[in-house]
């Protein structure tokens, strides 16, 4: 494929005219029909298109079909597809719910690449469907040209879904206006333990109306139930639009299986039928790498694991965690040895050492949960780090403690750490004076969110490491629908020429709620 530089490639908005626009106008399937495995007709990608984990010179293109189909992506420097690129990707068929991703690799760093995906019957290539065309931009191999990303988290939780009467979920097309080069999903893609019925009635008498899928009709437990839910937000043509235009990182937190799970854990949920969530899990984390691009769990990707490092350039590397895998059981928190903690030794490991190798010049900790809010468990138990103890760490503490000090120790720069999960949307500063654990350099932790899902009041501080809530948005009770409240988004843009990064925490309507720009080079701020 011959490279383009970004003078003389059109104008990426110009895309949302032409080829991402027949993408996301493609009609869907109906909301609850499983593919059809008859021959008659040719294969349909009516789910859309997306990427994924894409770096300066690879990325992960996904597709669904009708039915079984050999997946054919071709790439190309220009919309007209002149001197295209063609890329042979998987065979689409019951084994991953008839949908696919394909590895691209060797792509030119910083440029916009075109792509089109067509299905084509197995058993005859000349019989294919309509290509559904996407757009993307690979991390640039030089500083100066800059990166911009945005975060969310939390997606069609609470009971409020797809709701076309306010247009669906509309923050992804503000997001998409904005022309980030990824998405960032925090977690809680999806919420496999909420139930999405048709209306729900809000406190001041209006209607919300939902489209609802059978398998959002009750709490997921089979294969079929978790895929359904990860088909369902794609039911969305904003979900779709953005999907064909924006790359995604995305990482799971705990309603992607159950509200606060834990691995070992056993139910008393009478909702459930099968009580061993590591049963659950395992389901939902196989359904969880066939909906989205993700290269430790791409049929290549020999890994089976969500945690991992995106490089995009030299300005800017995402450690991707994972705090739900690896935890420990949900407690009180008050142990004084806690090896295996939020992260596990293994990760905890590996987050070392990813780091103490990082060259990029901002380091994005993407957690699924954050550092210093209280998020409790029930009466006694906690669901995240911080247990409402400002004293010295204990508990899964005492593994936060750890890298925070190996972070001081051994001066690694341009740490900042990312979050959703608490449905709504902050900036915290932590500092050692502040902080009964002093043994640490200052960082900033920025939540936002939810994106599509219900509001919540703001959670309490725990002051072992020195937070100093800087900023807060939040509603006053909980679970307010998004007809009420508006849902939030980040914004983090790296200049080329500076090095600073500008965080910008924005609310749904285009409100720039708070803004903070940090500067390279600093163990901490």
């Avoid at 383009?4 to 005219?17: C, F, N, T, Y």
């Avoid at 084509?120 to 559904?132: S, W």
Wanted: hydrophobic share 40%; glycine share 10%.
């Amino acid at each position: 494929m011959s490279p383009i530089s970004r003078s003389s490639s059109p104008d990426r908005r110009s895309v949302l005219r032409g080829t991402v626009a027949a993408s996301a106008a493609l009609a869907l399937p109906a909301a609850a029909a499983a593919p059809a495995l008859a021959r008659s007709g040719r294969p349909n990608a009516a789910w859309g298109v997306q990427t994924g984990d894409v770096t300066s010179s690879s990325g992960l293109v996904w597709a669904r079909s009708d039915r079984p189909a050999r997946m054919i992506v071709e790439t190309s420097a220009t919309e007209s597809f002149r001197r295209a690129h063609r890329w042979h990707g998987p065979l689409l068929g019951p084994g991953t719910d008839f949908t696919g991703t394909a590895s691209l690799r060797g792509l030119p760093a910083g440029e916009q690449v075109h792509y089109r995906v067509t299905l084509a019957d197995p058993d005859d290539p000349r019989r294919t469907g309509e290509p559904v065309y996407g757009t993307f931009r690979t991390a640039p191999a030089r500083r100066r040209e800059g990166v911009r990303f945005v975060w969310s988290g939390d997606i069609a939780g609470q009971g409020w879904g797809i709701n076309p009467d306010i247009g669906g979920f509309r923050a992804y097309e503000e997001m998409r206006r904005l022309d980030p080069d990824f998405f960032l999903c925090s977690g809680d893609t999806v919420y496999a333990d909420g139930v999405i019925a048709p209306s729900v009635t809000l406190p001041d008498g209006r209607i919300w109306r939902n489209v609802t899928t059978e398998e959002k009709s009750r709490v997921a437990q089979t294969l079929g139930d978790f895929r359904g839910n990860f088909r369902y937000n794609l039911l969305d043509e904003n979900v779709r639009r953005f999907n064909a235009q924006v790359p995604t990182v995305v990482q799971w937190d705990d309603h992607e299986v159950r509200n606060n799970w834990y691995p070992g854990q056993i139910l008393d949920d009478p909702r459930y039928t099968e009580k061993n969530v590591d049963v659950l899990a395992a389901r939902s984390l196989r359904a969880f790498g066939e909906y989205f691009p993700v290269s430790t769990l791409s049929p290549r990707g020999s890994e089976g694991r969500v945690h991992r490092v995106v490089r995009y350039g030299p300005l800017l590397d995402v450690f991707v965690l994972d705090m739900r895998t690896h935890r420990n059981a949900n407690s009180p928190g008050r142990q004084s040895d806690d090896p295996q903690g939020i992260l596990g030794a293994e990760q905890l490991a590996w987050l070392k050492r990813e780091l103490s190798r990082s060259r990029a010049v901002w380091k994005v900790l993407a957690a699924d949960m954050p550092i210093g809010l209280v998020v409790p468990d029930g009466a006694a138990n906690f669901e995240a780090v911080a247990q409402g103890d400002p004293g010295t760490p204990l508990g899964r503490e005492l593994q936060i403690a750890e890298l925070l000090r190996f972070v001081k120790h051994r001066r690694i720069t341009g740490t900042l750490w990312l979050t959703a999960d608490v449905h709504y949307t902050s900036a915290q500063h932590y500092a050692p004076e502040r902080a009964a654990f002093k043994d640490f350099a200052p960082f900033w932790e920025f939540v936002s969110g939810p994106l599509a899902a219900g509001g919540f009041p703001a959670n309490a501080l725990d002051g072992t490491f020195g937070p100093d809530r800087v900023f807060v948005r939040a509603p006053e009770r909980a679970n307010v629908s998004p007809m009420e409240s508006p849902q939030h988004f980040g914004e983090v843009d790296v200049d080329g020429d500076s090095g600073e990064l500008t965080v910008r925490l924005r609310a749904e309507g285009g409100t720039v709620l708070f803004s903070k720009v940090l500067q390279p080079g600093r163990v901490g701020q």
